[in-house]
């Protein structure tokens, strides 16, 4: 049984062209770039109820601060690497 709301749909990207990272390292970018995407697929299907008229939708919140820690995290991820990024395009 999977632990996300039904009918999210969660993109889990390939940070591989991040390099020079260790085992340890690797896994906790992995974490925080997937916790970014998890959290921004959430909030776009509310966006997406709510502009159709479905008010009783609300925004994610954040289970604890560890989770808001790898978001931020995940949300840099995103942007110093935004070629690999899904969510966050290049100009």
């Not at 991040?18 to 299907?45: A, C, H, M, P, V």
């Not at 709510?50 to 790898?70: L, P, W």
Request: charge should be positive.
């Amino acid at each position: 049984m999977s632990s996300y709301p039904a009918g999210l749909r969660v993109c889990y990207s390939d940070i591989s062209g991040i390099g020079g990272l260790d085992f340890s390292t690797t896994i906790e970018y992995k974490n925080s770039w997937n916790t970014f995407q998890r959290i921004e697929q959430y909030n776009f299907n509310v966006s997406t109820a709510r502009s159709g008229g479905d008010k009783s939708q609300t925004y994610y919140q954040y289970v604890d601060n560890a989770e808001r820690m790898a978001y931020v995290r995940g949300l840099s991820l995103h942007t110093a690497y935004a070629g690999y990024s899904t969510v966050v395009k290049k100009n």
